[in-house]
């Protein structure tokens, strides 16, 4: 079985601040891990993936995650937070089915970047 | 490229009666998802095909809920009856698949249903 947690429903920061949104996962097998973000009333779209290559990922709009085995972690950052960067992100963890990836998601966590 | 369709947008309900909801995924992609969002969670499987074949339905509620592909392009989800707790935005997805090898999914709008 595989899961994530995400270890926090709502962060606020101001904008020109660091943003760090916390993953932790479960899995049986190596895992490949996502990172979504959400707008308001817009589909999901991938941030950034880890695939068992390099341990730190770099993704759009200027965010990063660091995939560390023995904490089971997968936070994403980004060091200066942006107005647009306001939406909800999910961490995701997938298992490939043979017919494709299937994606277990976790609760999401909510930003709000203030002025 | 243009992406993932869905039709409708929003959709609202009377609990008993029927609702369909239609994706047209990315063309080439041979793989096709269907997800449920309920309001404060994150997206969950319902079914997965592979062109027309059903990969994966173990979390789809198979007394009311049905889905088909029969082309192996255009996807149609139906649920009948609607309940209350079927309140939620329905996500359309797609991605290649090429050998052991599986590609980013690509997610449509979403179909927002109300259920009263």
């Known amino acids: 079985a595989q899961s994530v947690t995400q270890l926090d429903s709502h962060v606020s920061v101001s904008e020109g601040t660091p943003v760090l949104l916390r993953c932790n996962y479960s899995?049986?097998?190596?895992?490949?891990l996502f990172w979504y973000v959400q707008h308001p009333n817009k589909g999901l779209q991938l941030l950034l993936k880890y695939t068992s290559a390099a341990t730190l990922v770099k993704g759009i709009n200027g965010f990063e995650a660091e995939f560390k085995k023995s904490e089971t972690s997968f936070h994403l950052t980004k060091p200066s937070a942006h107005m647009s960067d306001a939406a909800e992100y999910f961490c995701v963890v997938t298992l490939f089915t043979g017919g494709g990836n299937k994606l277990t998601f976790g609760t999401g966590t909510q930003l709000k970047v203030e002025l | 490229e243009a992406g993932v369709a869905q039709s409708p947008r929003y959709k609202i309900i009377e609990k008993r009666q029927s609702v369909a909801f239609w994706c047209n995924p990315i063309s080439g992609h041979a793989t096709l998802y269907w997800y449920q969002q309920i309001l404060g969670q994150g997206p969950k499987l319902l079914i997965q095909?592979?062109?027309?074949?059903?990969?994966?339905d173990s979390q789809l509620p198979k007394d009311r809920f049905s889905a088909e592909r029969l082309k192996g392009v255009d996807s149609t989800l139906k649920i009948q009856p609607a309940k209350l707790e079927d309140s939620a935005v329905y996500l359309c997805a797609s991605s290649l698949v090429r050998g052991p090898v599986s590609y980013e999914q690509y997610f449509g709008p979403g179909t927002r249903l109300t259920v009263t």
């Open positions: 095909f592979q062109n027309n074949g059903v990969v994966d």
């Open positions: 899995s049986s097998y190596s895992p490949s």
